[in-house]
């Protein structure tokens, strides 16, 4: 349904209310009492190779949802029943908010690109939350791993920052299998300045403790996600803070303010206007931030790689420097509905071809 919609209807619709539409198609599909569940049995990887361990969690395979997609958790089982085996909900942020004024999203088709300047827009922590709980007493056939990714309210102050996350994180951590901390999207004011590390770590200390506070004796996985325009030096600072605050890994990368790499009109990404750019573009400098990374964490500590993965070769050559685990949504938009499970089944021929029994074995193969 969403390939012919996207093929037949999308893609002469505005990028946002074609969002809507395509993510709406998903949850009807996937979320059907009869259709869902089988959908799950044959879009779901259930291939052994794929089987990956990471973050004290048992991956069904590699491939997750970035943050962004779903915002409100609205859609997390029938995701999981199109073959992600992980679904990253948010962002979330302490408080509700519309987001920056339409439109705010637009397609680069020839250049399999993204540029948003949504700004967070979501309906708070406090209404996601009981949908998380919902999500926890009822669980259903192709359930994925439930990340939560949380950022700062625009209306909060920066000073304020680490108190704001931690509304977020005690609302939202008692149902998440691991929560990320988004210190990296170029869309609301003042939020990159947090990827300081003097400013960083006492808001990774909050979240964690809050974490520890409402998580009933379960140790939630935290993680920081970056931003792809950290020079090279900030990366291993934030790489070093990792380490020393024992963080589970860091999410590598976000989208970029850069427009490098586009080969729109020059006329058209102006008419775009400000932004962070996801998609093909990124892939490049995305890998390269990963092999930083896995250079400088310890071998516990996971990179999770996000940005421009459109296929399973670029999957695999994100876990070979150093990913345990990917994520994509650009490509998502692009591949339509069979997508995830065909990245799936694609990466676990190219393990098997290279000899690998699964895919931890793939992990940093080329370090």
């Not at 990253?88 to 004024?101: L, M």
């Not at 996600?225 to 934030?238: H, N, P, Y």
């Not at 890994?249 to 729109?264: K, M």
């Amino acid at each position: 349904m969403y390939d012919v919609l996207m093929r037949t209807v999308l893609r002469h619709v505005p990028s946002e209310p074609a969002h809507r539409m395509g993510f709406g198609a998903v949850r009807a599909l996937g979320g059907a009492p009869v259709v869902g569940p089988r959908l799950a049995g044959r879009l779901a990887p259930t291939d052994p190779v794929l089987r990956t361990r990471a973050l004290g969690l048992d991956f069904a395979g590699p491939l997750g949802l970035a943050a962004g997609f779903d915002k409100d958790a609205g859609g997390v089982l029938a995701l999981g029943r199109l073959g992600f085996a992980a679904v990253e909900i948010g962002t979330v942020t302490g408080r509700a908010q519309p987001g920056n004024p339409k439109p705010r999203l637009f397609r680069f088709v020839e250049d399999r690109a993204l540029l948003n300047r949504m700004g967070f827009n979501n309906a708070g922590a406090a209404a996601v939350a009981p949908r998380l709980a919902a999500l926890r007493a009822r669980p259903a056939p192709g359930m994925p791993v439930l990340g939560v990714n949380i950022g700062k309210s625009k209306a909060v102050a920066a000073a304020d920052a680490a108190d704001d996350y931690r509304v977020s994180a005690a609302a939202l951590g008692p149902y998440a299998d691991y929560v990320v901390v988004n210190v990296s999207s170029p869309n609301t004011p003042g939020l990159r300045d947090l990827q300081q590390v003097d400013v960083l770590e006492p808001l990774l200390v909050a979240v964690r403790e809050e974490l520890d506070r409402v998580a009933g004796g379960r140790r939630v996985p935290l993680l920081v996600k970056i931003t792809v325009d950290l020079a090279e030096a900030d990366v291993d600072a934030v790489a070093d803070l990792a380490v020393r605050l024992r963080l589970d890994g860091v999410v590598a990368t976000n989208t970029t303010v850069s427009r490098d790499g586009l080969s729109a009109p020059a006329d058209e990404v102006a008419a775009a206007g400000a932004g962070g750019v996801s998609g093909r573009p990124l892939a490049e400098r995305a890998r390269q931030v990963v092999r930083r990374l896995r250079g400088r964490l310890t071998d516990e500590q996971v990179v999770i790689s996000v940005g421009g993965i459109e296929d399973a070769a670029e999957a695999y050559r994100r876990i070979r420097a150093g990913a345990a685990l990917v994520q994509a949504y650009t490509g998502f938009i692009y591949g339509g509905l069979l997508w995830p499970s065909r990245l799936h089944r694609e990466l676990a021929g190219l393990l098997r071809a290279d000899g690998f029994g699964n895919v931890e074995q793939a992990v940093g193969a080329d370090l």
